[in-house]
C-alpha cells in the first residue's frame, strides 16, 4: 500500500514556477525582458542535461537565456573575461557558471568574478556571507534555498526543530545550516551539521526531527537511523553499477527510500523531490534579480 | 585547593602578542610601518576603554595606530566618507571601526564600506562568506579566531569532538561555527549550534566534548549542563548587579564558573581567558594585512 507522506518536489516547484512566470509578465509589462546566461565548459555530459533543463524552463517561464560554451581546454582567463562581459551586459540580470569546471581553472576564482547582484547560484563569497549574517539583501544558492521551500511549503514546522545535516558541502549543507540557524521566520532550528569525520552519526540522527541527507553516499541513512516521524530529505545523487539497469547503472539518493519511508513522518522521493526545487530556486533568483536591477 | 585545568588566555595571548612583535619587525626590516586606524562614535564608556587598550597593544608591538573619533551625532555620510579616505591610505593597513554605534548609523553599511583586505574585524559579508567557504584568504574576526587559538594551544584535540556552541552572534557564535565545522586541520569538528529558541540545550551540552558559551546570559552554563572531563570555553561579559561590589555591579561570564571548574576536563577563567584573545587576534589579523597589502 502507498503511504501517503511523500514530499511531492515535482508539484511544489510547479507552484513556485506559476508564481514566478507572474513575475516575468509583470516586469514584462513594464517593458523589461528578464535575461540569465549560461556558461558551459567543456562536453561533461551531465553538466549538458542540467545546463538544457535550465534553458528549457527558463523559455516555458518567459525568461530570455542564452548559453555560451567554452572548449574544454579553455583558459581561466578567457572565461573570466567573458564574465566581465556579462556583468557589464544591462540585458543580462542572472549569471550561471555550471560546476564543474575542468580542472585548469579555478572555481573560486569564477564565483568571485561574477557581480554579487547577478551571482544567481549564490556562490560569491558576498552573497555566502550574507547569508550568514542573515541579511536578506543576497542571493541564496538553489539547492538549499530549495529544501527550504520544500519544508516550508510542506507545513513542517523549523523553529525549534532539531535539524541534523548529513554534508558540509558548500553546494547544501553549508547554507542550508546558515539558512535554518537564523533568528527568522521559518528559522530557528536547532542545527547540528555531521560530516565524514563525525564520529557517530546515527546517535544524531536518532534525535532529529528533520534529517537532511547530502554526503553523497548511497543509501546512507537507513530505518534504524532515524525517529519514527521524522521528516526526511534526500538531497543525494549518486551513480551506483546495476547491471539489470540500462546503461549498467541507475540514480539512488542518500536515503534508503524502501525502508525509511514507512518510519519517516515526510520524506522526499528521489527523483522527483529536492531535484525540481533546484531549478525553481534559480528561476525564482533570476527573476528577483531582474527586479532588483531595474527597480 | 586551586585545580589545574585552566586555560590561561593572558600567557597564551602574550605568547602571539611574541610572535607578531617578530612579524612586526620584520616588516619594518623592509621598511614597512604597519597601520591600524580606530574609529569610534559617540562617548560609550566600554568602546573608550575597548579602543583605549588596542591602541597601547598597538603601540607595544610596534604597530603604528591612530584614532579618529566622531560626535555621537555624526551622520552615516560621514563616517562612510572618512571609511574611504581609510581604504583609500596606504599607509593604513587594518581598519576597526569600534561597535556599537548609535542608532542613526547603519551598521551593515558600515562593516560593507570597509576594503576586505583592511577589515582586520571580519565582518564584512565577503569576509564571512570565505570563512564559510573554507577559503584561508580572508580575515576571521576577532573573539571566535582567539577561541580557536585558545583550544589549539590548550591541545584540545577539535577533530571528530562534539562542540556544542551556545549562541548564534556575528560576532561569536556563527563565524566559530564555521571555522570549527571545516575539513581543515585543527576543525572537523561536529557541530550544534543551540540559541534561545533550542528546546532542551541541556541535552546537547551534556553530550558535547567541548561547550563554548556564548550567549550572553549569566552564569548559565551549570555543571549539571556538561559531562566530566569536558573543555569549557566562556566567551560571556555580562554586568549584574552586585551592592557589595564597586560601582554597585561586577562582570560576570556566561559560565558558572565556581561549580563548572571543578567538572570540567579544561576550562576559561573569566576574565583571563577569551578576552585578551580577542586583542591579540585583531593586531595578528593587522600584521597579516600589512604582509599581504606589501608581499
Known amino acids: 500500500m502507498p503511504l501517503d507522506n511523500l514530499i511531492d518536489g515535482?508539484?511544489?516547484?510547479?507552484?513556485?514556477?506559476?508564481?514566478?512566470?507572474?513575475?516575468?509578465?509583470?516586469?514584462?509589462?513594464?517593458g523589461i525582458q528578464p535575461g540569465l546566461a549560461f556558461v558551459r565548459v567543456g562536453e561533461d555530459p551531465a553538466s549538458k542535461v542540467y545546463v538544457g533543463m535550465k534553458e528549457k524552463t527558463s523559455a516555458r517561464l518567459g525568461i530570455a537565456s542564452r548559453t555560451r560554451v567554452f572548449?574544454?581546454?579553455?583558459?581561466?582567463?578567457?572565461?573570466?573575461?567573458?564574465?566581465?562581459?556579462?556583468?557589464?551586459?544591462?540585458?543580462?540580470?542572472?549569471?550561471?557558471?555550471?560546476?564543474?569546471v575542468p580542472r585548469q581553472i579555478d572555481?573560486?576564482?569564477?564565483?568571485?568574478?561574477?557581480?554579487?547582484?547577478?551571482?544567481?547560484?549564490?556562490?560569491h563569497p558576498a552573497n555566502v556571507g550574507k547569508l550568514m549574517l542573515g541579511a536578506t539583501d543576497g542571493f541564496v544558492s538553489c539547492t538549499p534555498a530549495g529544501v527550504h521551500e520544500l519544508l516550508i511549503r510542506s507545513g513542517v514546522r523549523i523553529a525549534g526543530a532539531e535539524v541534523v545535516i548529513l554534508g558540509r558541502g558548500m553546494l547544501v549543507g553549508k547554507p542550508l545550516l546558515a539558512?535554518?540557524?537564523?533568528?527568522?521566520?521559518?528559522?530557528?532550528?536547532?542545527?547540528?551539521?555531521?560530516?565524514?569525520?563525525?564520529?557517530?552519526?546515527?546517535?544524531?540522527?536518532?534525535?532529529?526531527?528533520?534529517?537532511?541527507?547530502?554526503?553523497?553516499?548511497?543509501?546512507?541513512?537507513?530505518?534504524?537511523?532515524?525517529?519514527?516521524?521524522?521528516?526526511?530529505?534526500?538531497?543525494?545523487?549518486?551513480?551506483?553499477?546495476?547491471?539489470?539497469?540500462?546503461?549498467?547503472?541507475r540514480?539512488?539518493?542518500?536515503?534508503?527510500?524502501?525502508?525509511?519511508?514507512?518510519v519517516a513522518g515526510k520524506i522526499t522521493p528521489n527523483p522527483g523531490g529536492v531535484g525540481p526545487m533546484t531549478i525553481a530556486m534559480l528561476m525564482r533568483n533570476?527573476?528577483?534579480?531582474?527586479?532588483m536591477a531595474t527597480k
Open 107 to 123: 572555481s573560486t576564482a569564477v564565483s568571485e568574478a561574477v557581480l554579487p547582484s547577478k551571482d544567481v547560484d549564490g556562490f
Open 10 to 30: 515535482r508539484a511544489i516547484a510547479e507552484q513556485i514556477h506559476q508564481e514566478t512566470a507572474a513575475r516575468v509578465e509583470a516586469l514584462k509589462r513594464r
Open 179 to 249: 539558512i535554518l540557524l537564523q533568528k527568522a521566520p521559518h528559522a530557528d532550528a536547532t542545527v547540528t551539521l555531521c560530516h565524514s569525520r563525525s564520529r557517530d552519526i546515527a546517535s544524531h540522527t536518532r534525535r532529529a526531527d528533520i534529517v537532511v541527507a547530502a554526503m553523497g553516499v548511497p543509501e546512507y541513512l537507513k530505518a534504524d537511523m532515524i525517529r519514527p516521524g521524522a521528516v526526511v530529505i534526500d538531497v543525494g545523487v549518486n551513480r551506483i553499477p546495476d547491471p539489470a539497469a540500462k546503461g549498467g547503472s
Open 286 to 291: 533570476t527573476i528577483r534579480a531582474a527586479e
Open 251 to 262: 540514480l539512488v539518493g542518500d536515503v534508503d527510500f524502501a525502508r525509511v519511508q514507512p
Open 71 to 100: 572548449a574544454a581546454d579553455a583558459t581561466q582567463a578567457e572565461l573570466l573575461a567573458f564574465i566581465q562581459e556579462l556583468n557589464a551586459d544591462k540585458s543580462i540580470h542572472g549569471i550561471l557558471v555550471q560546476t564543474p
